[in-house]
């Protein structure tokens, strides 16, 4: 295996991360030696310990001589839940440090990746896209000051989210329902606007056996007053102010998600769609405001097509440079 396949591997690894690890980023670090891996680890709840400490807590023996990949250039500041991670890797002499993306906190970024130069431990830095996006939340609050969105939205053929009247249950089928609910776990909160809370009154939470307690936490986008537990922006951009997200959910209705896409604040498009024809219902997506098809194009990539049930799904990612 290739050092990016490695990194692929790690990238994998560090979704058990998400997003319990939040506020910290999501890390995973493979040990290998002689092509096998020899230990590995990941951020823990709340932060710690680091991938790179959870590793050598599960490490039998010695690093010396082993190829060790990370995901984010290791931590290079103390702390007083632990000592800086790039100490503790110089101390236990890997032969290489193969590292997904450096660090763009200031405390952290190139202080790790010299202080292992300095142990005469060699480095590499792949910047490749597995590791970065499998740090899509916290390199997007470090370059962008705010979480990442992913916008799902549940379809008929025709673009349609409910009938004419509003009604909306069920568009799509079960499966596709129970793989909206393991998105769900994989976010650190939830948004709908307004008219979807009034209209439908969804739980916005996780109800598959086992991830009850992968609930995100629950945002209200409108101008009106929010029951006890859910948080309230009056517009798309004050989304940088809430505490404590890196990765978050829209889910609608048509006006909320067209008010994300016309500032530009959608990352990933998780679009599902079911095998009818609504007519004159409701769209997905309200005015965007596009007055030219060339600027239309070029904006979103496809990354991922699947069949759930009789429903298809379609994730897009946002081009950016």
């Known amino acids: 295996m290739t050092d990016r396949d490695w990194m692929e591997a790690a990238a994998r690894l560090s979704m058990r991360a998400r997003p319990a690890s939040s506020p ?8 290998v030696r002689d092509n096998c891996v020899v230990a590995r680890g990941w951020t823990q709840s709340g932060g710690r310990p ?17 190829a060790f990949y990370v995901t984010l250039e290791p931590c290079a500041h103390e702390s007083q839940r632990g000592p800086a991670c790039a100490e503790v890797i110089a101390e236990a002499r890997p032969a290489r440090v193969i590292i997904g993306q450096q660090d ?19 480095v590499d830095v792949l910047d490749d896209a597995a590791s970065a996006k499998s740090l899509a939340g916290y390199l997007t609050r ?3 000051g705010r979480p990442y969105v992913t916008l799902k939205l549940a379809v008929s053929l025709d673009g349609c989210i409910a009938l004419a009247d509003g009604t909306s249950r069920w568009i799509t089928g079960e ?19 307004g ?13 598959l056996p086992g991830l009850e307690a992968r609930s995100p936490k629950r ?30 959910y829209v889910e609608g209705g048509g006006e909320t998600a067209a008010s994300f896409l016309r500032e530009d604040l959608v990352d990933e498009l998780h679009i599902y769609r079911a095998p009818i024809l609504i007519g004159e219902g409701r ?39």
């Open 104 to 122: 763009p906190d200031p405390r952290t970024a190139g202080k790790g990746i010299a202080r292992l130069k300095r142990a005469g431990i060699a």
């Open 283 to 321: 769209p997905g997506i309200g005015d965007l405001g596009i007055t030219d098809l060339p600027g239309a194009h070029g904006r979103w990539h496809l990354s991922q097509r699947g069949q759930l049930g009789s429903d298809e799904f379609t994730a897009y990612l946002r081009t950016r440079n």
């Open 142 to 144: 470090r370059n962008l």
């Open 175 to 193: 499966a596709a329902r129970a793989h909206v609910h393991t998105q769900r776990a994989r976010n650190d909160a939830i948004l709908v606007g």
């Open 195 to 207: 008219g979807t809370w009034r209209a439908d009154k969804p739980r916005l939470d996780v109800r």
């Open 24 to 31: 910290n980023p999501g890390v995973a670090a493979l040990l």
């Open 219 to 248: 945002v209200l986008l409108t101008r009106g007053v929010a029951p006890d537990g859910v948080s309230v922006i009056n517009q798309p951009e004050q989304i940088a102010a809430l505490d404590g997200v890196q990765y978050l």
């Open 50 to 66: 680091h991938a790179e400490a959870d590793l050598f807590d599960q490490l039998e023996g010695s690093a010396k001589g082993a």
